[in-house]
């Protein structure tokens, strides 16, 4: 069976194997790199678009059939490369699908230079939500905890069986009840780095998570179990859990930068897909404006970034229950 739609975009699993979608304008040429284990430098099987068939005005689409959930990938494309113009095409660099729903391992050593970036992983976004709905408490009646998920119950401390995860906030929903907590405020969960881009350990790691890789996915490393796509089901049992209590969740989104940085940072997605529409730029697009402080600025003027920006909030609410 051939797939030919093109939206949604990201990894959409079907009965027969998966569709990848991806934005670029820009691309002379798209491929994607599967990988069979998380651990792998190099994937094991390359696939290239074929831009006659596989693309459709800026959207790049492809069905391989027989692929199933857990399947891990990245996406690489080939384009102008012109730092001058802010065109950062880099058909070595191995690039985290924007809409990925979930991520696995960390940046993994390279001493070729080519920055590995922690793997996509195909989803099945079945889950048995047993009836669970929003709370819908009035905001005058909420008592809010923010809340750093793996500070809340890491240390010993706690008490708890799995410290520092969202199964670990699980365990603490009785201290949260006595309390009087009727939201808890995630500090970031969706996906950051939280060591170099090269592998190497960080004498001050990113403990806080304001520094995005994939707006889509959970933050791995507040997983329990370590299998791909795993944090998925674990992000979803916490909220279960929570809104069972009475507790709803709230999420503190982080949309105005991300980790690729500005002209001296490395290209780990956007940056390497269609840097013009995804971030604000300057001085003919040499330099990036920094509106975040954080070395770039998201381009929420355009409209495929903001149709991304609606994309994640309708996902952290319908696929995850948020209030």
């Known amino acids: 069976m051939q797939f030919t739609h093109v939206l949604p975009y990201g990894a959409i699993l079907h009965e027969n194997g998966v569709q990848f979608v991806v934005f670029s304008r820009s691309a002379t040429a798209m491929r994607l790199l599967m990988y069979e284990n998380v651990d792998d430098t190099e994937p094991s099987e390359v696939v290239h678009f074929d831009p006659k068939s596989d693309r459709w005005g800026d959207i790049w689409s492809i069905f391989i059939p027989d692929l199933k959930a857990g ?17 950062w095409f880099d058909g070595q660099a191995r690039l985290v699908d924007p809409y990925a729903k979930a991520l696995v391992g960390t940046f993994q050593n390279s001493p ?20 669970d709905r929003h709370v819908r408490r009035d905001l005058s009646e909420s008592i809010i905890y923010e809340m750093q998920v793996r500070g809340f119950s890491r240390s010993e401390t706690s008490g708890v069986d799995h410290p520092g995860t969202y199964l670990g906030v ?52 507040y997983s329990f179990s370590k299998q791909p796509g ?69 381009n929420g003027n355009h409209p495929i970034v903001r149709e991304m920006i609606f994309h994640c909030l309708r996902h952290w609410v319908h696929n995850y229950h948020v209030d």
């Open 112 to 131: 070729d230079g080519i920055i590995r970036p922690p793997k996509c992983v195909v989803i099945d976004d079945l889950f048995d939500w047993e009836g």
């Open 170 to 221: 699980i365990e603490k929903i009785p201290y949260l009840k006595s309390l009087g907590v009727t939201a808890v405020e995630l500090m970031p969960v969706h996906e950051f780095p939280t060591t170099g881009f090269y592998g190497e350990k960080l004498e001050r790691g990113n403990y806080w998570g304001y520094d995005p890789l994939a707006f889509f996915a959970p933050h791995s490393g």
């Open 230 to 298: 795993a944090v998925v089901n674990e992000f979803k049992q916490m909220v279960k859990a929570l809104h069972a209590a009475g507790i709803e969740v709230i999420l503190d989104v982080v949309f105005n930068h991300t980790c690729e940085g500005n002209e001296l940072g490395p290209t780990l997605s956007f940056k390497g897909l269609e840097n013009h529409v995804y971030y604000m730029l300057d001085n003919g697009g040499s330099r990036y404006k920094n509106y975040s402080g954080c070395g770039n600025t998201v």
């Open 71 to 87: 399947q891990l990938y990245h996406f690489q494309a080939d384009g102008p490369r012109d730092p001058e113009r802010g065109m």
